[in-house]
């Protein structure tokens, strides 16, 4: 008898016909609706691969039903929407996509600093709604990115990869992590700094850093609060890093310049949230990783690492926190 696997989310064919050459395979079909809950909760019971995305908690009351259960294979490299702890002690594999999405992540992070800092879609609406009549010294005027500091937090691949990019832009870059990175350190050029220094020091804030329980709220009004008045922060991490609230009022009372997030506590965000009445807020829907290029390579490792679990073979990118 076939293994079974089911699919959160309809996937591209060649990345699904891989998997039905070998296994009995259900999907769901739809591309921009997550499935809910209550399909999931009845999908997961028989099947003994789980093909999933960062849209679906995978806990422990979702993981009690699935008593075949050998792997869940997330398409993402981040995998703070699974219990991991859960899921092992019932010998559930747990794998991530780490490594194809590293530079494609680090463009998205430097074009939202950089659209943040010169307030691209801002002066894109201000053409579009008519408002250009001439030019002015002070239109639209925004922070330099060349020659400014740079302060990131988390310095895994993704940090790396936007530290090489702001080199190319000349900054001084600072970063903070859990361990020191000596040989990137020597390589990039860069320092490292306790987290308080990183706060005072830097002109943008860059947030690169897992969601866990040690980082939620990481950024709250404290640390907002140490920052620069000119200073910029960049979430393209996970929305629970940053405190949307302190956020908020950092922005409305101009302790901080501007913020650019691609992520949110709650995603999708709502329409009517109030950090999206700011005008120095620059928004986008979780899209660091998206390029075509990329979302194929990322589908395609979760299927291998998925397909290896089921075919008794070590899955290259288990997670083992
Ligand atoms: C991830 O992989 O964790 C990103 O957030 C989506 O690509």
């Known amino acids: 008898m076939k293994q079974k696997v089911y699919i959160t989310r309809k996937l591209p064919?060649?990345?699904?016909?891989?998997?039905?050459?070998?296994?009995?395979?259900?999907?769901?079909?739809?591309?921009?609706?997550?499935?809910?809950?209550?399909?999931?909760?009845?999908?997961?019971?028989?099947?003994?691969?789980?093909?999933?995305?960062?849209?679906?908690k995978i806990d422990q009351p979702l993981l009690e039903n699935a008593k075949n259960l050998k792997v869940v294979a997330n398409m993402a490299v981040g995998y703070n929407n699974i219990d991991v702890d859960e899921a092992r002690a019932r010998g559930v594999v747990v794998t991530n996509t780490p490594g194809v999405l590293t530079e494609t992540t680090a463009d998205l992070t430097f074009a939202l600093l950089m659209a943040t800092a010169r307030r691209i879609p801002e002066a894109s609406e201000y053409l579009r709604h008519?408002?250009?009549?001439?030019?002015?010294?002070?239109?639209?005027?925004?922070?330099?990115?060349?020659?400014?500091?740079?302060?990131?937090?988390?310095?895994?691949?993704?940090?790396?990869?936007?530290?090489?990019?702001?080199?190319?832009?000349?900054?001084?870059?600072?970063?903070?992590?859990?361990?020191?990175?000596?040989?990137?350190?020597?390589?990039?050029?860069?320092?490292?700094?306790?987290?308080?220094?990183?706060?005072?020091?830097?002109?943008?804030?860059?947030?690169?850093?897992?969601?866990?329980?040690?980082?939620?709220?990481?950024?709250?009004?404290?640390?907002?609060?140490?920052?620069?008045?000119?200073?910029?922060?960049?979430?393209?991490?996970?929305?629970?890093?940053?405190?949307?609230?302190?956020?908020?009022?950092?922005?409305?009372?101009?302790?901080?310049?501007?913020?650019?997030?691609?992520?949110?506590?709650?995603?999708?965000?709502?329409?009517?949230?109030r950090l999206l009445t700011l005008p120095n807020l620059v928004t986008i829907p979780h899209i660091g990783s998206a390029s075509i290029q990329t979302r194929m390579k990322m589908a395609e490792v979760a299927a291998m690492n998925l397909m290896c679990v089921l075919d008794g073979e070590e899955a290259p990118n288990k997670i083992r926190e």
């Open 13 to 56: 064919d060649e990345i699904v016909d891989r998997m039905r050459e070998k296994y009995e395979v259900r999907m769901w079909e739809e591309e921009e609706i997550p499935v809910p809950r209550e399909v999931l909760e009845k999908e997961i019971e028989p099947v003994d691969g789980l093909f999933c995305l960062l849209t679906e």
């Open 130 to 273: 008519g408002k250009w009549e001439t030019w002015s010294p002070m239109q639209l005027t925004g922070q330099d990115v060349h020659g400014a500091t740079l302060g990131i937090i988390g310095l895994g691949r993704i940090g790396e990869a936007v530290a090489r990019r702001a080199k190319g832009f000349n900054m001084n870059v600072l970063y903070h992590n859990r361990s020191r990175h000596h040989e990137a350190e020597e390589a990039l050029d860069l320092q490292y700094v306790e987290f308080d220094e990183l706060l005072k020091e830097s002109d943008f804030v860059c947030v690169l850093t897992p969601l866990t329980k040690e980082t939620e709220n990481m950024i709250g009004r404290e640390q907002l609060a140490k920052m620069k008045k000119t200073a910029i922060l960049i979430n393209t991490a996970r929305g629970g890093i940053v405190n949307e609230d302190a956020l908020y009022d950092a922005l409305k009372n101009n302790e901080i310049w501007a913020a650019g997030l691609d992520v949110f506590v709650k995603e999708p965000v709502s329409v009517k949230h």
